[in-house]
T-cell receptor, first 109, second 115 residues
Framework: GQNIDQPTEMTATEGAIVQINCTYQ??????LFWYQQHAGEAPTFLSY??LDGLEEKGRFSSFLSRSKGYSYLLLKELQMKDSASYLC??????????WGAGTKLIIKP | ETGVTQTPRHLVMGMTNKKSLKCEQH?????MYWYKQSAKKPLELMFV???????ENNSVPSRFSPECPNSSHLFLHLHTLQPEDSALYLC??????????????FGPGTRLTVL
């Protein structure tokens, strides 16, 4: 079956760095997405990785290892506004997104 | 503001009611989606439309009935729902379907409570 695993909740301190991991098992693979969702708001696109390696976009970076079925989202210089849920989604061979349950990130001062 | 709007934002209905959720996208996209989001569960894809034609229906109960009159509007008609249908219903759009790089843009959702 197809499955996405990510931690349910993480806590970090303002100004610090946090890494949110995601492992996936899909029928075929056409890339991995990360979305951010603030409470009561729409999920918004953060990143897309299809090749192995690290992609940096400001304070956020996303990493992919296709051989390990593994990705992570790295958030640097954490700010209070980064408190949100982070959703991992893998695109399968039918170009359908398989979603994880999301990781709720709590930032403390 | 993602360019996708949903109304109403909150809805409370009894099991015998009939209601409709509305989604509108202002992005010129050709594909639209309905998702169900329950607490601590992955997003569940319900329906996909491409150029007003339904291309995906993931075994959704018939008490949920989608309608796509044009590429900018998507409705979800609800009737005789069950309490377990209470969830956040998200609408999304993308330029096309069937391409991996097509980012989906989400609306803010309708929080549905079935009593």
């Amino acid at each position: 079956g197809q499955n996405i695993d990510q931690p349910t909740e993480m806590t970090a301190t303002e100004g610090a760095i946090v890494q949110i991991n995601c492992t996936y098992q899909t029928s075929g693979f056409n890339g991995l997405f990360w979305y951010q969702q603030h409470a009561g708001e729409a999920p918004t696109f953060l990143s897309y990785n299809v090749l192995d390696g690290l992609e940096e976009k400001g304070r956020f970076s996303s990493f992919l290892s296709r051989s390990k079925g593994y990705s992570y989202l790295l958030l640097k210089e954490l700010q209070m506004k980064d408190s949100a849920s982070y959703l991992c989604a893998a695109c399968d061979s039918n170009y359908q997104l398989i979603w994880g349950a999301g990781t709720k990130l709590i930032i403390k001062p | 503001e993602t360019g996708v709007t949903q109304t109403p934002r909150h809805l409370v209905m009894g099991m015998t009611n009939k209601k409709s959720l509305k989604c509108e996208q202002h992005l010129g996209h050709n594909a639209m989606y309905w998702y169900k989001q329950s607490a601590k569960k992955p997003l569940e894809l319900m329906f996909v439309y491409s150029l007003e034609e339904r291309v995906e229906n993931n075994s959704v109960p018939s008490r949920f009935s989608p309608e796509c009159p044009n590429s900018s509007h998507l409705f979800l008609h609800l009737h005789t729902l069950q309490p377990e249908d209470s969830a956040l219903y998200l609408c999304a759009s993308s330029q096309e379907t069937g391409t991996p790089t097509d980012t989906q843009y989400f609306g803010p959702g309708t929080r549905l409570t079935v009593l």
